[in-house]
């Protein structure tokens, strides 16, 4: 599949072949012109996930061609790339509705990871969030149970009111989704949509990125630059794991949502924005305020309207529609354009827990798809991939377990690490294979790989009683 299709506007015919080539090698469709009227022209004609021109151009220059096609299609992002001692002018087109800009000579990689983000900017904007669809190419919110009902309603009611909303649910449970939807069923669907992994970006750096700085504000700070909220002047920004934001960065935050203004890292000048905010977290922000994590203040001003999203485990009723959904969605992808399931095999994907959500059942589909060959997923296939999950799962509660029983031991609370943990893991084991077994020793031990008198000794030896659950 392609990356995305870009317009590249460059007259120097060295510089537009180095970079076709890149690009073409990342799988973006690329088409190239060397006049800024030109490319104007056809960008207002055609549809391009994202622009890439040069400042000074024939015909009409960079800082004009962006302001033009901002205006026209405020939702294509514009990257400008200008020389050193330009920066004051490339400032001016982000101003103007640039998404970003480059200063030359940059690095490739420096151009591949913004057009990355560009185009991806530009799908949250531009393709659909349907509801309750299972059969689409697009992004969809899939369910038709009581819990998803109320969701759908409630994204009707409040995407065209001007508040704030905060997004409550946890990982994989389509906080994005709803987000973006929200967006595009507001009356700020032509403005930008910047979206914000709080997370992802190191505490040093966010407060840059969502308000911008100055030149010489810190280390490496060589020119100025526009933050996120400049950035979505008028549109819509998604503050995504908000919970994880430190506290300068709250107390600024705090400020744009009262008075719709901030400063720069490192500047004097108060800027004005008028931006919605969507923020989503999956932790609690009430414990973490308690903790005085989380400004109080903050909040309140956050959660006007509050949209919780339920786990997969509390709709496991749509569970068969997101099934038809992803095999509809991703089996063309993986040579399996008529993809299906065993009933069985779905049965068992409705008894589980889902502690990653609809993005583990996603995960989960793909993988099917991949070694079914064409043929029905079956139930042992799906069950080969629970146990492969169930077992990367314990790897990361094992790590944490033995730092614990290290960490102790380091202490001087306990000298028989090694045995403990043995010891720890033994119980489970056999705690958790009886019980699926439902007391059949026999099935457990053939489970195990061990005899049955064994199991039977272990079973003692823990405490778990297997006369109350044996079974001939």
């Given at each position: 599949m392609s990356s995305g299709r870009i317009l590249l506007i460059e007259d120097d015919l060295a510089i537009a072949s180095a970079l076709e080539r890149v690009l073409k090698a990342e799988g973006y469709e690329l088409r190239m012109v060397a006049r800024g009227d030109e490319g104007l022209a056809l960008a207002t004609r055609d549809p391009f996930d994202v622009v890439i021109t040069d400042l000074k151009l024939p015909g009409l220059n960079g800082l004009e061609l962006v302001r033009e096609l901002h205006a026209a299609k405020p939702r294509v992002p514009i990257i400008l790339m200008t020389a050193h001692g330009t920066?004051?002018?490339?400032?001016?087109?982000?101003?103007?509705?640039?998404?970003?800009?480059l200063l030359k000579p940059f690095e490739m990689?420096?151009?591949?990871?913004?057009?990355?983000?560009?185009?991806?900017?530009?799908r949250l904007m531009s393709e659909p969030v349907e509801f309750g669809i299972s059969e689409t190419w697009?992004?969809?919110?899939?369910g038709q149970s009581r819990s998803m009902q109320h969701i759908y309603k409630e994204v009707g009611r409040i995407a065209g009111k001007p508040v704030n909303v905060l997004i409550r649910g946890e990982t994989g449970t389509g906080k994005e989704l709803i987000a973006r939807a929200i967006y595009q069923h507001s009356d700020r669907a032509s403005a930008p949509f910047v979206v914000i992994n709080c997370a992802a970006i190191p505490e040093t750096l966010l407060e840059s990125e969502l308000f911008g700085h100055e030149r010489g504000a810190f280390t490496g700070a060589e020119n100025r630059r526009i933050g996120r909220f400049e950035q979505a002047d008028h549109g819509t920004i998604f503050l995504d794991e908000i919970g994880d934001m430190n506290a300068s960065t709250q107390a600024k935050l705090l400020r744009v949502l009262q008075d719709c203004s901030f400063q720069r890292l490192g500047g004097k000048e108060t800027i004005h924005a008028d931006v919605r905010v969507i923020a989503a977290t999956n932790r609690d922000l009430e414990t973490a305020i308690q903790q005085r994590q989380f400004r109080e203040d903050l909040?309140?001003?956050?959660?006007?309207?509050?949209?919780s999203l339920p786990p997969l485990r509390e709709r496991k009723e749509?569970?068969?529609?997101?099934?038809?959904?992803f095999l509809a969605r991703y089996g063309r992808?993986?040579?399996?354009?008529?993809?299906?399931?065993?009933?069985?095999a779905l049965d068992l994907l409705q008894s589980q827990n889902w502690p990653g959500n609809v993005r583990e059942l996603e995960n989960v589909v793909r993988k099917a798809l991949l070694i079914c060959r064409g043929f029905p997923i079956t139930a042992e296939q799906i069950r080969s991939l629970l146990v492969a999950r169930t077992v990367r799962t314990a790897d990361s509660s094992l790590r944490e377990f033995v730092a614990e029983l290290l960490s102790a031991a380091?202490?001087?609370?306990?000298?028989?690490?090694?045995?403990?943990l043995l010891e720890a893991a033994e119980k489970e084991i056999f705690s958790q294979a009886i019980k699926l077994a439902e007391g059949n020793q026999a099935?457990?031990?053939?489970?195990?790989?061990?005899?049955?008198?064994?199991?039977?000794?272990?079973?003692l030896q823990f405490g778990l009683h297997p006369r109350e659950n044996e079974r001939t």
């Open positions: 920066a004051e002018t490339a400032i001016e087109a982000t101003k103007s509705g640039a998404y970003d800009y990689s420096e151009l591949l990871e913004l057009a990355d983000k560009a185009a991806l900017s530009s697009h992004d969809a919110i899939v909040f309140y001003r956050l959660s006007v309207v509050v949209i749509d569970i068969p529609e997101l099934m038809k959904y992808d993986f040579g399996n354009a008529a993809a299906s399931i065993e009933p069985e380091e202490r001087g609370e306990l000298t028989n690490a090694h045995g403990r099935k457990a031990a053939r489970w195990l790989g061990l005899s049955r008198l064994t199991v039977r000794e272990k079973l």
